[in-house]
């Protein structure tokens, strides 16, 4: 077997997604804790210590405690090489959630046991069944008091669409929690609440073993063999290759923040989780296994170092091995292009590698080159297929405040719209600038970050619209009659196309019926 063939094997590459305060970013720490990656958990909650979450490290996520954008960390974890995309979970950043679901081959699912299934969530699964990206569900919290754990099954499974099958089973639930019964492994796990370390794990014979009901006690001994006996009733065995095709999602129970129940989730993710698969392209699939380097870019961000004003592209390795300074193609531009700096992450901290495979998430420092979407080659013209940008739902004028720092301002504005954190419009009517976006916190984030990153100061005004739709047509006579009609609602997006902004769903509806041969799109296809 070749090395690349081993190197694609231990490669597993997913994303951690859920609703906002599951505890998506203190499963993320655990997981890390056990790669070795990190030595102590930053309680991110804590204000007492000084150290917030690893994979939280933007300014404003300090402050806030939530997660604004995906951070990448990879470790080794025994033969295993994990990477691990830290989503965030707020609403109003889906986006760039939903453009890190094209870069991963399978997802964890944080449900938090009181709440149950919450709408983000939902949404996130819709994106994950379209890909049929496999899917692991861990159900946290379960020192808090929760609902009762069929109940839980029953909701993922009518409320995501998909079967479950629990591989560990939680012994009483809150006050009462004594721990996890491993379903996968057959071992008995007990919970002592300890942030750092590891709680005690039993052998067992099996279910019926006597030492279930010494160390348990014999009531909540009866009552797990119970629900086992129904599980095994109720739900089919459990079988691998189903999960990996998506057709149905094992299910872990623990506490994150108490480090119980994320080693089990672990070892049975590297055994069963598929490693990276095979991506298309307009052109023809590409394999992870062919010679040929190919991969490409799912996210920029802005200064990941305050201190140096250096964008980042990151960049998914789809097929063969990515080396430093070989020539690749940048396929938009048609350059041949050499990176003598790439680095691989452990969120902020990065560190220059020589060289990556299929799986792995590279960073390119980028000078203005790269766009969302695009692809790099060892040469060959493939293009991988487009990333969704989706039309924002709420949009406001920028107005600069400062007139000495208009440079500033343009570069800042320019820099962050690349990242794809919200989209630019700029109305043909009035020349002003538009910023729309699908959460109300983005305008924060991004008057945050024009301030501290670039030392440019701005103001939102209202401005009432409803929605920015693409506009084209392939009767170009009915096109300019509908952009002269249309003037004062007409707009160019940063790749300049022509992008219609109607105030109300009944403008909308009137435009689309008195121009049929004219197509309004509500996601742009980069």
């Known amino acids: 077997m070749s090395i690349l063939t081993d190197e694609i094997k231990r490669r597993r590459t997913f994303a951690i997604i859920s609703h906002p305060d599951a505890g998506k970013t203190t499963l993320t720490e655990k997981l890390l804790l056990f790669g070795g990656a990190i030595h102590v958990a930053g309680a991110v909650k804590s204000n007492k210590i000084k150290k917030t979450a690893t994979s939280d490290w933007m300014e404003i996520e300090k402050q806030r405690g939530i997660s604004v954008a995906t951070s990448v960390m990879g470790f080794n974890y025994g033969d295993y090489k994990i990477n691990i995309l830290d989503t965030p979970g707020h609403q109003d950043f889906a986006e760039d959630t939903y453009r890190t679901l094209t870069a991963v081959d399978s997802v964890i699912i944080v449900v938090d046991v009181a709440k149950g299934v919450e709408?983000?969530?939902?949404?996130?699964?819709?994106?994950?069944?379209?890909?049929?990206?496999?899917?692991?569900?861990?159900?946290?919290?379960?020192?808090?008091?929760?609902?009762?754990?069929?109940?839980?099954?029953?909701?993922?499974?009518?409320?995501?669409?998909?079967?479950?099958?629990?591989?560990?089973?939680?012994?009483?639930?809150?006050?009462?929690?004594?721990?996890?019964?491993?379903?996968?492994?057959?071992?008995?796990?007990?919970?002592?609440?300890?942030?750092?370390?590891?709680?005690?794990?039993?052998?067992?014979?099996?279910?019926?073993?006597?030492?279930?009901?010494?160390?348990?006690?014999?009531?909540?001994?009866?009552?797990?063999r119970e629900d086992i006996e129904l599980i095994e009733g109720v739900y089919p065995d459990f079988d691998p290759e189903a999960y990996r095709e998506g057709r149905i999602a094992p299910v872990f129970f623990g506490s994150a923040l108490n480090t119980f129940g994320v080693k089990e989730l672990l070892d049975c993710f590297v055994e069963i989780a598929p490693s990276p698969k095979p991506v298309a392209s307009k052109e023809r699939e590409i394999d992870p296994n062919e010679e040929n380097f190919s991969g490409f870019v799912f996210k920029i961000h802005a200064n990941m170092d305050p201190n140096h004003r250096s964008c980042i592209a990151f960049v998914k390795v789809c097929s063969g091995k990515f080396e430093r300074n070989a020539p690749y193609k940048h396929i938009r531009s048609g350059k041949v292009l050499r990176f003598a700096a790439p680095t691989a992450f452990m969120a902020q901290k990065k560190s220059i590698v020589d060289e990556a495979y299929p799986g792995d998430i590279v960073g390119i420092p980028d000078t203005g080159t790269f766009k969302i979407g695009d692809t790099l080659t060892s040469g060959e013209e493939i293009h991988f297929k487009d990333l969704p940008s989706f039309s924002p739902e709420m949009f406001k004028y920028i107005e600069n405040t400062d007139p000495m720092k208009s440079k500033q301002l343009e570069k800042g504005i320019q820099q962050l719209m690349d990242e794809g954190v919200a989209q630019l419009f700029i109305n043909q009517f009035n020349g002003r600038k538009i910023i729309g976006t699908v959460g109300q916190l983005q305008f924060e984030v991004i008057q945050y970050r024009l301030l501290h990153e670039y030392g440019a100061s701005c103001r939102w005004e209202p401005i009432s619209l409803y929605k920015a739709c693409w506009i084209e047509s392939d009767d170009q006579e009915a096109l300019e009659n509908f952009k002269k009609r249309k003037h004062q609602f007409m707009a160019k997006d940063k790749e300049g196309r022509d992008v219609f902004l109607a105030d109300s769903n009944y403008v909308l509806q009137m435009a689309q019926n008195d121009f049929p041969s004219i197509r309004f799109h509500f996601r742009s296809e980069f």
């Open 119 to 224: 709408q983000q969530t939902r949404k996130l699964m819709e994106v994950c069944r379209m890909r049929n990206t496999p899917v692991i569900i861990f159900v946290n919290k379960l020192d808090r008091e929760g609902r009762d754990p069929f109940d839980i099954l029953d909701e993922l499974e009518s409320e995501l669409k998909i079967s479950v099958r629990p591989l560990s089973w939680p012994i009483g639930i809150g006050e009462k929690f004594k721990g996890v019964y491993n379903i996968y492994e057959n071992t008995l796990d007990l919970f002592k609440p300890d942030k750092q370390k590891v709680s005690e794990r039993l052998e067992i014979k099996d279910i019926d073993d006597p030492l279930i009901d010494e160390t348990v006690g014999e009531a909540e001994a009866n009552k797990l």
